[in-house]
Protein backbone atom coordinates (compact mmCIF):
# COMPACT_ATOMS: atom_id res chain seq x y z
CA UNK A 1 0.00 0.00 0.00
CA UNK A 2 1.38 3.16 -1.36
CA UNK A 3 0.75 6.51 0.77
CA UNK A 4 -0.16 8.59 -0.77
CA UNK A 5 -0.17 11.93 0.89
CA UNK A 6 -2.36 14.54 -0.51
CA UNK A 7 -0.91 17.86 -0.30
CA UNK A 8 -4.14 20.42 -0.03
CA UNK A 9 -2.97 23.91 -1.08
CA UNK A 10 -1.68 26.20 1.47
CA UNK A 11 -4.56 28.02 3.02
CA UNK A 12 -3.67 31.80 2.45
CA UNK A 13 -5.03 34.18 5.39
CA UNK A 14 -5.69 37.60 3.79
CA UNK A 15 -5.64 40.63 6.04
CA UNK A 16 -8.78 42.62 6.31
CA UNK A 17 -8.67 45.86 4.72
CA UNK A 18 -11.70 47.64 6.63
CA UNK A 19 -11.74 50.20 8.68
CA UNK A 20 -11.68 49.11 12.25
CA UNK A 21 -12.44 52.01 14.17
CA UNK A 22 -11.21 50.38 17.69
CA UNK A 23 -7.92 50.04 16.43
CA UNK A 24 -5.85 51.42 18.85
CA UNK A 25 -4.35 53.74 16.27
CA UNK A 26 -7.62 54.87 14.83
CA UNK A 27 -8.32 55.90 18.17
CA UNK A 28 -5.77 58.18 19.16
CA UNK A 29 -5.99 59.39 15.54
CA UNK A 30 -9.62 60.44 15.80
CA UNK A 31 -8.87 62.25 19.35
CA UNK A 32 -6.40 63.60 18.13
CA UNK A 33 -8.04 65.49 15.18
CA UNK A 34 -11.06 66.45 17.18
CA UNK A 35 -8.55 67.88 19.17
CA UNK A 36 -7.00 69.87 17.01
CA UNK A 37 -10.49 71.36 15.51
CA UNK A 38 -11.62 71.74 19.05
CA UNK A 39 -8.41 73.99 19.75
CA UNK A 40 -8.69 75.75 16.56
CA UNK A 41 -12.28 77.09 16.81
CA UNK A 42 -11.34 77.64 20.48
CA UNK A 43 -8.91 79.61 18.92
CA UNK A 44 -10.64 82.03 16.74
CA UNK A 45 -13.52 82.53 19.08
CA UNK A 46 -11.61 85.73 20.07
CA UNK A 47 -11.32 87.31 17.00
CA UNK A 48 -15.16 86.27 15.97
CA UNK A 49 -16.19 87.51 19.43
CA UNK A 50 -14.34 91.10 19.23
CA UNK A 51 -15.85 91.83 15.43
CA UNK A 52 -18.93 90.90 16.66
CA UNK A 53 -19.31 93.29 19.53
CA UNK A 54 -17.92 95.84 17.36
CA UNK A 55 -20.49 95.48 14.93
CA UNK A 56 -23.32 95.46 17.73
CA UNK A 57 -21.55 98.16 19.39
CA UNK A 58 -20.46 100.37 17.04
CA UNK A 59 -22.69 99.61 14.04
CA UNK A 60 -25.26 101.60 14.67
CA UNK A 61 -23.61 104.80 14.93
CA UNK A 62 -22.13 104.30 11.52
CA UNK A 63 -23.84 107.14 9.09
CA UNK A 64 -22.46 110.00 6.84
CA UNK A 65 -22.23 112.33 10.25
CA UNK A 66 -20.06 109.90 12.23
CA UNK A 67 -18.10 109.52 9.24
CA UNK A 68 -17.38 113.12 8.16
CA UNK A 69 -18.33 115.28 10.79
CA UNK A 70 -15.71 116.48 13.89
CA UNK A 71 -15.80 115.04 17.58
CA UNK A 72 -18.56 116.43 19.53
CA UNK A 73 -17.29 118.36 23.01
CA UNK A 74 -18.92 117.34 26.33
CA UNK A 75 -22.58 116.82 26.63
CA UNK A 76 -22.88 117.91 22.73
CA UNK A 77 -24.99 115.07 20.62
CA UNK A 78 -24.11 113.96 17.05
CA UNK A 79 -20.67 114.56 15.88
CA UNK A 80 -18.31 112.02 14.43
CA UNK A 81 -14.85 111.48 13.91
CA UNK A 82 -13.90 112.38 10.20
CA UNK A 83 -11.36 114.45 11.18
CA UNK A 84 -9.31 111.61 12.77
CA UNK A 85 -9.75 109.29 10.34
CA UNK A 86 -8.15 111.44 7.50
CA UNK A 87 -5.58 112.34 10.30
CA UNK A 88 -4.80 108.18 10.48
CA UNK A 89 -4.34 108.13 6.95
CA UNK A 90 -2.07 111.15 6.18
CA UNK A 91 0.58 110.07 9.19
CA UNK A 92 0.44 106.16 7.54
CA UNK A 93 0.74 107.84 3.77
CA UNK A 94 3.68 110.13 5.36
CA UNK A 95 5.35 106.98 7.14
CA UNK A 96 4.75 105.10 3.65
CA UNK A 97 6.56 107.65 1.94
CA UNK A 98 9.47 107.24 4.42
CA UNK A 99 9.60 103.63 5.39
CA UNK A 100 9.10 102.09 1.61
CA UNK A 101 11.55 102.87 -0.48
CA UNK A 102 14.29 103.08 2.72
CA UNK A 103 12.94 99.80 3.45
CA UNK A 104 13.13 98.58 0.19
CA UNK A 105 16.56 99.91 -1.02
CA UNK A 106 17.78 98.05 2.68
CA UNK A 107 16.37 95.50 1.30
CA UNK A 108 18.40 95.10 -1.52
CA UNK A 109 21.41 95.59 0.33
CA UNK A 110 20.80 92.49 2.24
CA UNK A 111 19.35 90.18 -0.40
CA UNK A 112 21.46 90.67 -3.62
CA UNK A 113 24.07 93.45 -3.03
CA UNK A 114 25.87 92.01 -0.43
CA UNK A 115 24.36 89.56 1.54
CA UNK A 116 27.06 87.60 3.24
CA UNK A 117 29.17 90.62 4.68
CA UNK A 118 29.18 91.80 8.66
CA UNK A 119 27.71 94.64 7.92
CA UNK A 120 24.68 92.81 6.17
CA UNK A 121 24.62 90.52 9.02
CA UNK A 122 24.21 93.36 11.85
CA UNK A 123 21.86 95.29 9.61
CA UNK A 124 19.32 92.04 9.64
CA UNK A 125 20.04 91.15 13.48
CA UNK A 126 19.35 94.78 13.88
CA UNK A 127 15.88 94.97 11.76
CA UNK A 128 14.72 91.82 13.10
CA UNK A 129 15.49 93.58 16.83
CA UNK A 130 13.78 96.60 15.72
CA UNK A 131 10.38 94.06 14.61
CA UNK A 132 10.02 93.63 18.41
CA UNK A 133 10.63 97.56 19.40
CA UNK A 134 7.83 98.68 21.81
CA UNK A 135 5.98 101.19 19.80
CA UNK A 136 5.70 103.51 22.81
CA UNK A 137 9.40 103.59 22.60
CA UNK A 138 9.16 104.71 19.00
CA UNK A 139 7.05 107.70 20.00
CA UNK A 140 9.46 108.73 22.89
CA UNK A 141 12.28 108.27 20.50
CA UNK A 142 10.61 110.53 18.22
CA UNK A 143 9.19 113.19 20.77
CA UNK A 144 13.03 113.74 21.80
CA UNK A 145 14.14 114.04 18.06
CA UNK A 146 11.41 115.79 16.83
CA UNK A 147 8.46 117.36 18.65
CA UNK A 148 11.28 119.04 21.17
CA UNK A 149 13.07 120.55 18.33
CA UNK A 150 10.32 121.98 16.55
CA UNK A 151 8.25 122.74 19.25
CA UNK A 152 5.04 121.28 18.56
CA UNK A 153 3.03 118.16 18.20
CA UNK A 154 2.65 117.26 14.78
CA UNK A 155 1.71 114.80 11.83
CA UNK A 156 5.46 114.85 10.78
CA UNK A 157 6.09 113.78 13.72
CA UNK A 158 3.68 111.14 13.73
CA UNK A 159 4.51 110.19 10.75
CA UNK A 160 7.70 109.41 11.11
CA UNK A 161 7.24 107.57 14.64
CA UNK A 162 4.75 105.22 12.58
CA UNK A 163 7.79 105.18 9.77
CA UNK A 164 10.10 104.00 12.57
CA UNK A 165 7.57 100.99 13.13
CA UNK A 166 7.22 99.84 9.42
CA UNK A 167 10.75 100.58 8.33
CA UNK A 168 12.00 96.56 9.64
CA UNK A 169 8.58 95.25 8.67
CA UNK A 170 8.99 96.29 5.56
CA UNK A 171 12.75 95.32 4.79
CA UNK A 172 12.92 92.12 6.37
CA UNK A 173 9.19 91.28 3.64
CA UNK A 174 11.04 92.85 0.80
CA UNK A 175 14.30 90.92 1.61
CA UNK A 176 12.62 87.77 1.80
CA UNK A 177 10.74 88.21 -1.15
CA UNK A 178 13.75 88.86 -3.20
CA UNK A 179 15.62 86.23 -1.41
CA UNK A 180 12.72 83.98 -3.10
CA UNK A 181 13.44 84.89 -6.41
CA UNK A 182 15.59 81.64 -7.96
CA UNK A 183 19.41 81.82 -8.62
CA UNK A 184 18.49 80.42 -12.18
CA UNK A 185 16.53 83.34 -13.59
CA UNK A 186 19.07 86.01 -11.95
CA UNK A 187 21.47 83.29 -13.74
CA UNK A 188 19.36 83.31 -17.11
CA UNK A 189 19.34 87.13 -16.79
CA UNK A 190 23.15 87.39 -16.32
CA UNK A 191 23.45 85.36 -19.37
CA UNK A 192 21.61 86.87 -21.50
CA UNK A 193 23.92 90.27 -20.82
CA UNK A 194 22.49 92.32 -18.28
CA UNK A 195 24.13 94.78 -15.99
CA UNK A 196 23.65 93.67 -11.88
CA UNK A 197 21.11 97.05 -12.41
CA UNK A 198 19.17 95.46 -15.07
CA UNK A 199 19.06 92.14 -13.45
CA UNK A 200 17.86 93.70 -10.57
CA UNK A 201 15.79 96.16 -12.15
CA UNK A 202 13.99 93.94 -14.69
CA UNK A 203 14.03 90.45 -12.53
CA UNK A 204 14.40 90.54 -9.07
CA UNK A 205 12.09 93.22 -8.62
CA UNK A 206 9.60 92.34 -10.79
CA UNK A 207 9.53 88.58 -9.91
CA UNK A 208 9.36 89.44 -6.32
CA UNK A 209 7.17 92.33 -6.38
CA UNK A 210 3.85 90.30 -5.01
CA UNK A 211 5.63 89.37 -2.02
CA UNK A 212 7.27 92.96 -1.23
CA UNK A 213 3.75 94.44 -1.65
CA UNK A 214 2.02 92.11 0.74
CA UNK A 215 5.18 93.16 3.11
CA UNK A 216 4.55 96.71 2.46
CA UNK A 217 0.70 96.26 2.62
CA UNK A 218 1.07 94.28 5.94
CA UNK A 219 3.49 97.18 7.82
CA UNK A 220 0.52 99.88 6.68
CA UNK A 221 -2.23 97.53 7.98
CA UNK A 222 -0.12 97.98 10.97
CA UNK A 223 0.64 101.30 11.46
CA UNK A 224 -3.14 102.40 10.80
CA UNK A 225 -3.65 100.93 14.08
CA UNK A 226 -0.74 101.93 16.16
CA UNK A 227 -1.94 104.43 18.80
CA UNK A 228 0.93 104.48 21.83
CA UNK A 229 3.98 106.08 19.60
CA UNK A 230 0.85 108.82 17.94
CA UNK A 231 0.20 109.99 22.07
CA UNK A 232 3.79 111.75 22.05
CA UNK A 233 4.34 112.80 18.60
CA UNK A 234 0.93 113.70 16.99
CA UNK A 235 -1.31 114.12 20.22
CA UNK A 236 -5.03 114.68 19.33
CA UNK A 237 -6.79 117.59 17.44
CA UNK A 238 -10.85 118.03 17.76
CA UNK A 239 -10.98 119.73 14.43
CA UNK A 240 -9.77 119.13 11.01
CA UNK A 241 -6.00 119.48 10.01
CA UNK A 242 -5.39 122.63 8.46
CA UNK A 243 -1.15 121.56 7.83
CA UNK A 244 1.12 119.18 8.58
CA UNK A 245 2.71 121.16 11.02
CA UNK A 246 -0.19 121.07 14.08
CA UNK A 247 -1.16 118.08 16.79
CA UNK A 248 -3.34 115.53 14.32
CA UNK A 249 -6.22 113.44 15.44
CA UNK A 250 -5.94 109.91 14.54
CA UNK A 251 -8.60 106.92 14.90
CA UNK A 252 -6.66 105.20 17.51
CA UNK A 253 -5.97 108.20 20.04
CA UNK A 254 -9.59 108.84 18.93
CA UNK A 255 -10.92 105.64 20.25
CA UNK A 256 -8.22 106.05 23.28
CA UNK A 257 -9.45 109.44 24.70
CA UNK A 258 -13.27 108.90 24.15
CA UNK A 259 -13.47 105.45 25.40
CA UNK A 260 -12.46 106.86 28.87
CA UNK A 261 -15.03 109.81 28.79
CA UNK A 262 -18.07 109.87 30.99
CA UNK A 263 -20.33 110.55 28.30
CA UNK A 264 -22.29 107.98 26.48
CA UNK A 265 -22.25 109.63 22.87
CA UNK A 266 -18.45 109.69 23.15
CA UNK A 267 -18.33 106.44 24.49
CA UNK A 268 -20.38 105.44 21.47
CA UNK A 269 -18.30 107.34 18.86
CA UNK A 270 -15.04 105.59 20.28
CA UNK A 271 -17.06 101.91 19.40
CA UNK A 272 -17.63 103.44 15.86
CA UNK A 273 -14.20 104.35 15.55
CA UNK A 274 -12.95 101.22 16.66
CA UNK A 275 -15.29 99.37 13.98
CA UNK A 276 -13.63 101.72 11.34
CA UNK A 277 -10.32 100.83 12.65
CA UNK A 278 -10.76 97.02 12.14
CA UNK A 279 -12.27 97.34 8.91
CA UNK A 280 -9.61 99.06 8.08
CA UNK A 281 -7.03 96.73 8.84
CA UNK A 282 -9.07 93.81 7.77
CA UNK A 283 -9.15 95.08 4.29
CA UNK A 284 -4.98 95.88 4.04
CA UNK A 285 -4.48 92.14 5.06
CA UNK A 286 -6.89 90.95 2.40
CA UNK A 287 -5.48 93.57 0.01
CA UNK A 288 -2.08 91.98 1.10
CA UNK A 289 -3.29 88.43 0.56
CA UNK A 290 -4.65 89.31 -2.97
CA UNK A 291 -1.96 91.38 -4.67
CA UNK A 292 0.77 88.42 -3.23
CA UNK A 293 -0.38 86.05 -5.69
CA UNK A 294 2.05 86.30 -8.64
CA UNK A 295 0.20 87.24 -11.83
CA UNK A 296 2.69 84.40 -13.50
CA UNK A 297 2.26 81.35 -11.51
CA UNK A 298 3.76 77.67 -12.48
CA UNK B 1 47.74 53.54 -26.79
CA UNK B 2 48.91 55.00 -23.62
CA UNK B 3 48.03 55.32 -19.98
CA UNK B 4 49.30 57.96 -19.20
CA UNK B 5 46.70 60.16 -19.74
CA UNK B 6 45.51 59.98 -16.30
CA UNK B 7 48.85 61.40 -14.68
CA UNK B 8 49.58 65.08 -13.82
CA UNK B 9 52.38 65.63 -16.97
CA UNK B 10 49.33 63.97 -19.60
CA UNK B 11 49.06 67.55 -22.17
CA UNK B 12 46.15 66.13 -25.23
CA UNK B 13 47.54 66.14 -28.12
CA UNK B 14 45.72 69.33 -29.88
CA UNK B 15 43.30 69.05 -31.93
CA UNK B 16 43.08 70.66 -35.68
CA UNK B 17 40.32 72.32 -36.63
CA UNK B 18 39.03 71.75 -39.41
CA UNK B 19 36.80 74.52 -40.35
CA UNK B 20 36.62 78.57 -39.12
CA UNK B 21 37.34 78.45 -35.85
CA UNK B 22 34.75 81.34 -33.64
CA UNK B 23 35.93 80.87 -29.78
CA UNK B 24 39.39 79.47 -29.41
CA UNK B 25 39.71 78.46 -25.57
CA UNK B 26 42.98 78.25 -24.84
CA UNK B 27 42.57 77.21 -21.15
CA UNK B 28 46.36 77.06 -19.07
CA UNK B 29 44.30 77.02 -15.41
CA UNK B 30 41.35 77.45 -14.36
CA UNK B 31 41.20 78.14 -10.55
CA UNK B 32 38.29 78.55 -7.62
CA UNK B 33 40.40 79.76 -4.57
CA UNK B 34 43.35 77.63 -4.32
CA UNK B 35 41.35 74.62 -6.30
CA UNK B 36 42.51 74.24 -9.45
CA UNK B 37 39.66 72.83 -11.05
CA UNK B 38 40.99 72.62 -14.74
CA UNK B 39 44.09 72.96 -16.64
CA UNK B 40 45.58 72.54 -20.23
CA UNK B 41 42.91 72.58 -22.30
CA UNK B 42 42.91 73.44 -25.75
CA UNK B 43 38.96 73.37 -27.22
CA UNK B 44 38.68 75.22 -30.41
CA UNK B 45 34.65 76.21 -31.17
CA UNK B 46 33.94 75.66 -34.80
CA UNK B 47 31.80 77.78 -36.43
CA UNK B 48 28.61 76.13 -37.53
CA UNK B 49 29.20 72.68 -35.74
CA UNK B 50 28.26 71.06 -32.33
CA UNK B 51 31.05 71.04 -30.14
CA UNK B 52 30.74 68.25 -27.34
CA UNK B 53 31.96 67.67 -24.53
CA UNK B 54 32.13 64.27 -22.32
CA UNK B 55 33.72 63.26 -19.23
CA UNK B 56 33.09 62.34 -15.69
CA UNK B 57 31.54 63.73 -12.78
CA UNK B 58 33.94 66.90 -11.92
CA UNK B 59 35.91 66.96 -14.63
CA UNK B 60 35.23 70.67 -15.21
CA UNK B 61 32.87 70.28 -18.04
CA UNK B 62 30.61 72.94 -16.82
CA UNK B 63 33.35 74.91 -15.49
CA UNK B 64 35.27 75.03 -18.98
CA UNK B 65 31.68 76.05 -20.78
CA UNK B 66 31.11 78.85 -18.43
CA UNK B 67 34.38 79.91 -18.79
CA UNK B 68 33.01 80.86 -22.14
CA UNK B 69 30.89 83.76 -22.16
CA UNK B 70 32.50 84.46 -18.36
CA UNK B 71 29.77 83.51 -16.37
CA UNK B 72 32.40 82.43 -13.75
CA UNK B 73 32.98 85.79 -13.17
CA UNK B 74 30.04 85.70 -10.96
CA UNK B 75 31.67 83.60 -8.71
CA UNK B 76 34.04 85.63 -6.66
CA UNK B 77 37.06 83.14 -6.28
CA UNK B 78 36.93 82.11 -9.96
CA UNK B 79 40.53 82.63 -11.26
CA UNK B 80 41.12 82.30 -14.95
CA UNK B 81 44.57 81.82 -17.04
CA UNK B 82 44.40 81.23 -20.25
CA UNK B 83 42.70 83.36 -23.63
CA UNK B 84 39.73 82.87 -25.19
CA UNK B 85 39.63 84.45 -28.66
CA UNK B 86 36.95 85.52 -30.00
CA UNK B 87 37.11 87.27 -33.57
CA UNK B 88 40.56 88.19 -32.48
CA UNK B 89 39.34 89.46 -29.51
CA UNK B 90 41.08 87.97 -26.02
CA UNK B 91 36.95 87.56 -23.88
CA UNK B 92 39.37 87.59 -21.04
CA UNK B 93 41.24 90.93 -22.00
CA UNK B 94 41.79 93.96 -19.62
CA UNK B 95 38.87 95.98 -21.34
CA UNK B 96 36.88 93.67 -22.04
CA UNK B 97 33.56 93.90 -20.37
CA UNK B 98 31.80 90.61 -19.31
CA UNK B 99 28.72 92.10 -20.12
CA UNK B 100 28.92 92.94 -23.70
CA UNK B 101 30.20 89.59 -24.03
CA UNK B 102 27.17 87.37 -22.54
CA UNK B 103 24.97 89.51 -25.29
CA UNK B 104 26.86 87.68 -28.52
CA UNK B 105 27.84 84.30 -26.45
CA UNK B 106 24.35 83.13 -25.01
CA UNK B 107 23.59 80.20 -22.66
CA UNK B 108 21.11 77.51 -21.97
CA UNK B 109 20.91 76.19 -18.91
CA UNK B 110 20.43 72.92 -16.99
CA UNK B 111 17.26 73.45 -15.40
CA UNK B 112 15.20 75.43 -17.87
CA UNK B 113 14.65 79.05 -16.43
CA UNK B 114 12.47 81.13 -17.91
CA UNK B 115 11.45 84.35 -15.69
CA UNK B 116 8.13 84.54 -14.52
CA UNK B 117 6.81 86.83 -17.27
CA UNK B 118 5.13 86.13 -20.24
CA UNK B 119 5.95 83.83 -22.98
CA UNK B 120 6.41 86.60 -25.36
CA UNK B 121 8.20 89.06 -22.82
CA UNK B 122 10.36 85.80 -22.07
CA UNK B 123 11.35 85.97 -25.82
CA UNK B 124 11.75 89.45 -26.11
CA UNK B 125 13.46 90.39 -23.27
CA UNK B 126 16.82 90.25 -24.63
CA UNK B 127 15.70 92.31 -27.23
CA UNK B 128 14.37 95.29 -24.96
CA UNK B 129 17.41 95.03 -23.20
CA UNK B 130 19.88 95.45 -26.50
CA UNK B 131 17.46 98.68 -27.31
CA UNK B 132 16.20 96.73 -30.47
CA UNK B 133 14.98 99.08 -32.89
CA UNK B 134 12.73 96.98 -35.92
CA UNK B 135 9.61 94.34 -35.88
CA UNK B 136 10.26 93.16 -31.90
CA UNK B 137 7.12 91.07 -33.02
CA UNK B 138 8.70 89.65 -35.99
CA UNK B 139 11.92 88.49 -33.97
CA UNK B 140 10.11 86.90 -31.60
CA UNK B 141 8.10 84.99 -33.31
CA UNK B 142 11.30 84.16 -35.29
CA UNK B 143 13.00 82.82 -32.21
CA UNK B 144 9.62 80.33 -31.07
CA UNK B 145 9.81 79.29 -34.43
CA UNK B 146 13.88 78.27 -34.95
CA UNK B 147 13.13 76.64 -31.38
CA UNK B 148 10.61 74.55 -32.68
CA UNK B 149 8.14 75.73 -30.09
CA UNK B 150 6.05 78.28 -31.68
CA UNK B 151 2.90 75.73 -32.64
CA UNK B 152 2.71 74.97 -28.70
CA UNK B 153 2.84 78.58 -28.02
CA UNK B 154 1.37 80.93 -30.78
CA UNK B 155 -2.22 80.49 -29.04
CA UNK B 156 -0.94 81.68 -25.65
CA UNK B 157 1.83 83.72 -25.94
CA UNK B 158 0.68 86.17 -23.02
CA UNK B 159 0.34 82.71 -20.55
CA UNK B 160 2.81 82.67 -17.97
CA UNK B 161 6.16 81.06 -19.21
CA UNK B 162 6.38 79.20 -16.46
CA UNK B 163 3.23 77.36 -17.29
CA UNK B 164 4.55 75.10 -19.62
CA UNK B 165 5.84 71.54 -19.32
CA UNK B 166 9.49 70.98 -18.71
CA UNK B 167 10.46 70.50 -21.94
CA UNK B 168 8.46 73.37 -23.18
CA UNK B 169 10.31 75.44 -20.96
CA UNK B 170 13.42 74.41 -21.97
CA UNK B 171 12.92 75.38 -25.96
CA UNK B 172 11.33 78.35 -24.72
CA UNK B 173 14.89 79.38 -22.91
CA UNK B 174 16.37 78.09 -25.86
CA UNK B 175 13.70 80.57 -28.22
CA UNK B 176 15.03 83.44 -25.90
CA UNK B 177 18.59 82.45 -26.07
CA UNK B 178 18.50 83.05 -29.76
CA UNK B 179 16.45 85.84 -30.01
CA UNK B 180 19.32 87.98 -30.08
CA UNK B 181 20.91 86.16 -32.78
CA UNK B 182 23.85 85.35 -30.67
CA UNK B 183 27.68 83.60 -32.39
CA UNK B 184 27.71 81.08 -30.10
CA UNK B 185 25.32 79.08 -28.13
CA UNK B 186 26.44 77.30 -24.85
CA UNK B 187 24.27 74.64 -23.79
CA UNK B 188 24.94 73.17 -20.48
CA UNK B 189 23.51 69.54 -20.19
CA UNK B 190 20.35 71.33 -21.67
CA UNK B 191 18.48 67.81 -21.62
CA UNK B 192 19.15 66.46 -18.18
CA UNK B 193 15.85 67.52 -16.59
CA UNK B 194 14.07 66.74 -19.57
CA UNK B 195 11.79 63.66 -20.32
CA UNK B 196 13.14 61.39 -23.30
CA UNK B 197 10.13 62.98 -25.88
CA UNK B 198 11.02 66.40 -24.85
CA UNK B 199 14.99 65.53 -25.44
CA UNK B 200 15.15 64.28 -28.38
CA UNK B 201 12.85 67.24 -29.50
CA UNK B 202 15.45 69.73 -28.26
CA UNK B 203 18.22 67.31 -29.57
CA UNK B 204 16.82 67.62 -32.96
CA UNK B 205 16.46 71.21 -32.31
CA UNK B 206 20.54 71.17 -31.72
CA UNK B 207 20.99 70.03 -34.92
CA UNK B 208 19.02 72.64 -36.75
CA UNK B 209 20.33 75.55 -34.69
CA UNK B 210 24.12 74.75 -35.76
CA UNK B 211 23.18 76.11 -39.50
CA UNK B 212 22.75 79.83 -37.88
CA UNK B 213 24.42 79.47 -34.64
CA UNK B 214 27.76 77.51 -33.52
CA UNK B 215 26.81 75.42 -30.08
CA UNK B 216 28.89 74.31 -27.19
CA UNK B 217 27.24 70.97 -25.55
CA UNK B 218 28.24 69.40 -22.34
CA UNK B 219 26.20 66.11 -22.16
CA UNK B 220 26.51 63.69 -19.38
CA UNK B 221 25.03 61.49 -21.91
CA UNK B 222 27.43 60.13 -24.45
CA UNK B 223 24.48 58.68 -26.85
CA UNK B 224 23.69 62.22 -26.70
CA UNK B 225 27.14 63.35 -28.04
CA UNK B 226 27.10 60.62 -30.95
CA UNK B 227 23.50 62.00 -32.20
CA UNK B 228 24.13 65.73 -32.04
CA UNK B 229 28.10 66.77 -31.54
CA UNK B 230 30.37 66.82 -34.69
CA UNK B 231 33.37 67.20 -32.91
CA UNK B 232 33.64 66.01 -29.15
CA UNK B 233 35.80 66.69 -26.41
CA UNK B 234 36.88 64.28 -23.65
CA UNK B 235 37.57 65.47 -20.27
CA UNK B 236 39.16 63.29 -17.12
CA UNK B 237 39.47 64.11 -13.93
CA UNK B 238 43.72 63.82 -12.50
CA UNK B 239 43.97 63.25 -8.90
CA UNK B 240 47.41 62.99 -9.07
CA UNK B 241 48.01 66.35 -7.23
CA UNK B 242 45.42 65.36 -4.61
CA UNK B 243 42.33 67.42 -5.76
CA UNK B 244 40.20 66.25 -8.66
CA UNK B 245 41.62 68.49 -11.54
CA UNK B 246 39.57 68.18 -14.98
CA UNK B 247 42.04 68.28 -18.05
CA UNK B 248 41.01 67.79 -21.50
CA UNK B 249 42.34 63.89 -22.54
CA UNK B 250 41.52 64.02 -26.30
CA UNK B 251 39.17 65.92 -28.69
CA UNK B 252 38.54 65.08 -32.27
CA UNK B 253 35.66 64.25 -34.97
CA UNK B 254 33.12 62.67 -33.02
CA UNK B 255 32.85 59.52 -34.51
CA UNK B 256 36.42 59.01 -33.95
CA UNK B 257 36.39 59.32 -30.47
CA UNK B 258 33.57 56.63 -30.36
CA UNK B 259 34.93 54.25 -32.94
CA UNK B 260 38.71 54.90 -32.82
CA UNK B 261 39.58 56.50 -29.57
CA UNK B 262 43.72 56.91 -29.17
CA UNK B 263 43.51 57.49 -25.05
CA UNK B 264 43.34 54.03 -23.32
CA UNK B 265 41.34 56.53 -20.60
CA UNK B 266 38.68 57.70 -23.86
CA UNK B 267 38.28 54.01 -24.60
CA UNK B 268 37.22 53.39 -21.51
CA UNK B 269 34.91 55.89 -20.64
CA UNK B 270 32.84 55.44 -24.11
CA UNK B 271 32.52 51.90 -23.65
CA UNK B 272 31.19 52.79 -20.30
CA UNK B 273 33.81 51.21 -18.15
CA UNK B 274 33.45 54.37 -15.74
CA UNK B 275 31.54 56.86 -15.57
Request: net charge negative; hydrophobic share 45%; charged share 20%.
Amino acid sequence: MSEITQQLPPVVEFPSLEKDSFDIRAIKNSTLTLMVWGIAIMASIPLFSVIFMLISEGGSRIDIEALTEIPPAGFETGGGFGNAIIGTFVMVGIASLISIPFGIMAALHLAILDPNSKLTTISRFLAKVLTGFPSILAGVFVYAVIVITTGTYSAWAGGVALAVLMLPTVTLAAEEAMRQVPQRMKDAAYGMGCTRTQVIMQVVLPTGLPGILTGVILAVAGAAGESAPLLFTALFSNYYMAELAEPTASLSILIYNFSGMPFDNQIELAWAASLVLVVLVLFFNILARVVGRSKFKE
Amino acid sequence: MTSLSDTGEFIAKKYEPKGPVVLDCQINNIYYGNFRAVRDSHVPIEKNKVTGFIGPSGCGKSTVLRSMNRMNDLIESFRFDGSIQYHSNDIYGKKVDPVVVRRYIGMVFQLPNPFSMSIYDNVAFGLRLNGFKGDEEEMVVQALKRAAIWDDVKDKLKNSGLSLSGGQQQRLCIARAIATEPDVLLMDEPCSALDPIATRQVEELMVELKEHYSVALVTHNMQQATRVADVTAFLGVDISQGGRTGYLVEMDDTQKIFEDPQQLLTQQYVRGEFS
